[in-house]
């Protein structure tokens, strides 16, 4: 049979650009993971314990097959296809045996549990290392070893009876169902994958074009316009995506080079894009996948989660736009120019229309969410909409050659499972060595005693308590992806916040927050490297550039407890409302006083010293004192506005 037209070959090819028979055999993979996860979870045919052990053995087939297909060594090719099939070895025991396994060795493993239990740990840390790099599987080893050895230490928080090889095994996935096979893995299988499925399918049926157009159109043509197309764009690409790193790869090798030719420095514009990215894990409704471990964690609900990080993620991207605006005032940038290639992001028209299916999918998704479907499935029916939505429009197209349609159809939806199954197997890998790291911490009884010690040394006031939290995040979460950060932090220093009395989800949204910001924080700051790589501009200094825009983001967690009704935990709507443009407005208070800037560049220290008054006046949990400073920071601008004699409207020509 002929299937070309049919198949995206660029997915089936390798480096030297031949189609290989493992290529066929990672097709054939990738759609029964994607048929057999929607199966479990519309008919929850497997027991859970069964699930997730066909979760994590087929993300590593996908895992190794993909490694391989990608590899000219032939020997490098078999030494993926050999570690598949050892994953695929280990599935299968777990699922063969599962009743034995929960019914007979609930208090200890055989000796073929040992060696599968193994085998699978091995292979996983492999599959994280080849995927993520070296520093989730080395602090797994560790923890690990600290779990075997913790009797050598003599320090009371370091310090437990140690833990037996075969406990240890137990403990990492069969028969006890933790490390591996927990609960996270559990998060991974019926909640992330069929959201990386959905992102996927936006992303194949033209996502990130419709994106970017719409990301030009709304901020392209003002001061500064490419790097307010990065801002917007990588928020709306965070909606589908939730990756940080995919993030500036995927739109950052546009909107970075546009920046430049608009005149940012490289560091300013990698930086731009770094933070930009980094904001999506804030974004609902998919949160860089992490709202649905802090569901797992903490108990509440999926759409509570969502609704929480709105107005956070508004203010985030509100105060990126407003310090772009004022650097490229500053710096006498103009917008998008209205011919060239550059403009060409600004030609909407026929082109949104082709790309109003996507809105559709995202709003009946978030409104499936909000009337409480279950998010799986709520998911599902999205996923299942745009592959009909994409099938008519592509019908409409080809409507005198309708067969064309189809084939273009297939072409698009296995695209997106590709690319959804790929990304959702990297995660599932990288959750499963998290899952060993948590419950090593938790079994030796290590996060409990910080937590204790944490509590003992803020004493009586949260500010240094917060600090210590805030540090460990930070600390804990260097190099990292955002999952795996939070994961981490949500059990080291979220219980030392909720145990001082602090509200379960701001305190985990409050480690998230600080995790998060890791990415973008020297000396690590993944999203700065990527982001300067790709601007051909010095790392450390995109890094600190990329802190500096980044501010809201060691601020906000700190307004979580000081206003909860940003997380829409207190207040009505009026509060709720007054307190998100309070502090949307002091973040351009602060900006305007670091910058020197509003209208024109130069302003006086009188009024920078009047805009930190304002950002003060705006932070205190007063709805009085807020109010005043609203109208304080209002008059400062007016003031502003007639010492330049300039328009916001009215760009600065360009300097040379």
Sequence with gaps: MNLTGWLPEDTLRGPDGKVRPIAWLLLATVLFMAASHIAQLWLLILPSGQFKALHLGLALIVVFLTRAQLENGWARRILGVALAVLSLLCCAYVIWMFDALVNERMFGPSAGDMVVGSALLVVTLIATASTWGWTIPVLAVLTLLYASFGNVFESHLLYHSGVSF???????????????????????????????????????????????????????????????????????????????????????????????????????????????????????????????????????????????????????????????????????????????????????????????????????????????????????????????????????????????????????????????????????????????????????????????????????????????????????????????????????????????GIDVLAAHMYVFFYANMSAVTPPVALAALVGAKIAGADYMRTAIKATCLGLPGFILPVMFIISPELLMLEGSVAQRGLTFVAVLAMFVALNAAISGTTFERGMPIVMRSAMLICAALLAWPSPVIRIAGLALLAIAFVVEHRRSGAHTASPIPATK
């Excluded at 003002?222 to 790869?249: E, R």
């Excluded at 985030?316 to 650097?327: E, K, P, Q, R, S």
């Excluded at 409409?396 to 959702?424: F, K, Q, W």
């Excluded at 060993?436 to 079994?443: A, K, Q, S, Y």
């Design 166 to 500: 075969d406990r240890l095994i137990s403990y990492t996935s069969i028969p006890f169902f933790q490390g591996l096979l927990g609960s996270m893995t559990g998060q991974s299988a019926s909640l992330i994958f069929i959201f990386m499925i959905f992102a996927g399918l936006l992303k194949s049926t033209g996502g990130i074009d419709f994106i970017l157009t719409v990301a030009g159109r709304l901020g392209g043509r003002t001061a500064g316009g490419p790097a307010k197309v990065a801002v917007i764009g990588s928020g709306l690409m965070g909606m589908i995506s939730g990756s940080t790193v995919a993030n500036v790869a995927s739109t950052g090798t546009i909107t970075i080079p546009l920046m430049k030719q608009n005149g940012f420095k490289p560091e300013q514009a990698g930086a731009i894009e770094a933070v930009a990215s980094n904001g999506g894990q804030f974004m609902p409704p998919i949160m860089g996948l992490t709202a649905f471990l802090i569901a797992g964690m903490t108990g509440i609900s999926y759409p509570t989660i969502m609704f929480a990080a709105l107005m956070p993620a508004l203010i985030y991207y509100g105060n990126l736009l407003v310090a772009v605006h004022f650097l490229a005032v500053a710096q006498g940038l103009r917008g998008i120019s209205g011919d060239g290639k550059a403009a060409a992001a600004l030609r909407v028209g026929a082109e949104v229309k082709q790309y109003l299916h996507l809105i559709a999918g995202l709003v009946l998704l978030v409104y499936l969410l909000s009337v409480a479907i279950p998010p799986a499935h709520s998911g599902m029916i999205a996923s299942a909409f745009i592959v009909v939505a994409e099938f008519g429009k592509q019908l409409y197209i080809h409507r005198n050659a309708p067969m064309e349609g189809v084939r273009a159809t297939c072409r698009r939806v296995i695209s997106g499972l590709y690319d959804g199954v790929g990304n959702g197997a990297q995660i599932a890998v990288v959750i499963g060595a998290i899952g060993i790291i948590v419950d090593m911490l938790t079994v030796t009884g290590f996060a409990q005693k910080l937590s204790n010690i944490m509590l003992s040394v803020a004493g009586d006031g949260p500010w240094m308590l917060l600090l210590l939290a805030a540090i460990s995040c930070l600390v804990f979460g260097l190099g990292m992806p955002t999952p795996a950060a939070y994961s981490i932090v949500a059990v080291l220093a979220a219980p030392a916040l909720v145990d001082y």
